[in-house]
C-alpha cells in the first residue's frame, strides 16, 4: 500500500458551543496537500463553524486543530492572524471586504500588509479581479457591490497570495449559475496551479461534485462515510 501524504490541516474532537447551542461536538477532519474537500450537511449543522475553527478564526472549546503538526491554539495572536493572512485564504460566508476600501484596494491588502510594494500589488490584484470577470469594480466600493460581486471580489482576495489552504464558506452562495461556474472554476484551477488544499463549504451538490471528498455533516459531527468502520 502507497502511504497516503501527511495532513496539512488535521482537526480532531471539535467542540464549539454558543451559549446554549452545540454547533459542533466532536467534529474531526483531515486535510492533505493538494485535496479538495467539500463540506456538506444540513443548515445549522455546524459547517461554518467548522470552517472557522479549522481556519484558526474561531478557538474550539475543546478539541485540536494542527497546521503543518503546530497546533493552532498554541500560536500567539498574531502568529494565528500572519497565518490566516499569508497561508490560509478565506472566503467567508457574510460581509468580509473592508467597506471603505475599492475591490482593488481590498484584493490588494494582504500583499500590502507583507511588505510588497504598492504597484507591484495593485498589479496582482488587478489581475485577480480579471480572473474573476470584475476588473471592471477595481475602483468600486463594497456598499456599492451586488452581493454576488462582493463575493467574487472576495474569492480574489482569498488567493492573492497563493495560500497553502483555501477555505471557502458557500462560495457560489449568492451567484447564479454562469458566474457560480467561473467562481468554482477559478478557486479549483487556481489551488491546482499551486497545489493549495480547498475546503468548500457548500449546499450546492455541483460544487460538491468537483471536490475529492465529501464531508457531510450532521449536528456537529462527521457523519461516517460508506468505507468508513462502523
Ligand atoms: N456566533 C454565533 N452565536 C450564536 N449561535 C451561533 C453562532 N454561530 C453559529 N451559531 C449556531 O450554531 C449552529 C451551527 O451554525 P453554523 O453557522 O455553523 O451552521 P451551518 O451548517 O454553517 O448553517 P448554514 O448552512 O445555514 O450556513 C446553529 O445552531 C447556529 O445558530
Ligand atoms: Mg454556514
Redesign the pocket.
Known amino acids: 500500500m502507497i502511504d497516503a501524504p501527511e495532513p496539512i490541516l488535521s482537526a480532531h474532537g471539535i467542540h464549539k458551543s ?2 446554549r ?4 461536538r466532536g467534529a474531526a477532519l483531515e486535510l492533505r496537500p493538494g485535496e479538495c474537500v467539500a463540506i456538506t ?12 475553527c479549522l481556519a484558526g478564526v474561531l478557538l474550539p472549546d475543546s478539541g485540536v486543530v494542527t497546521f503543518r503538526g503546530a497546533r493552532l491554539d498554541g500560536l500567539g495572536v498574531d502568529e494565528r492572524t500572519r497565518l490566516r493572512r499569508i497561508s490560509f485564504g478565506l472566503v467567508l ?1 457574510f460581509g468580509q471586504l473592508v467597506p471603505e476600501l475599492t475591490a482593488l484596494e481590498n484584493v490588494a491588502l494582504p500583499l500590502l500588509l507583507e511588505g510588497r510594494r504598492r504597484p507591484d500589488a495593485a498589479a496582482v490584484a488587478a489581475q485577480w479581479l480579471e480572473r474573476l470577470e470584475v476588473g471592471q469594480l477595481a475602483t468600486t466600493r463594497p456598499t456599492a457591490m451586488s452581493g454576488g460581486e462582493a463575493q467574487r471580489v472576495a474569492i480574489a482576495r482569498a488567493l492573492v497570495t497563493s495560500p497553502d489552504i483555501v477555505f471557502a ?2 462560495p457560489t452562495g449568492a451567484l447564479d449559475t454562469v458566474t457560480g461556474e467561473l467562481a468554482l472554476d477559478v478557486l479549483v484551477k487556481a489551488t491546482r496551479e499551486t497545489e493549495a488544499a480547498l475546503v468548500l ?1 457548500t ?1 450546492d451538490n455541483r460544487v460538491a461534485a468537483v471536490a475529492d471528498r465529501e464531508v457531510v ?1 450532521r449536528d ?1 459531527a462527521v457523519e461516517p462515510g460508506p468505507g468508513d468502520p462502523a
Do not use: R
Open positions: 454558543f451559549g447551542t452545540v454547533a459542533l450537511g444540513p443548515s445549522g449543522s455546524g459547517k461554518s463553524t467548522l470552517l472557522h460566508q464558506d458557500e463549504v449546499h455533516l456537529g
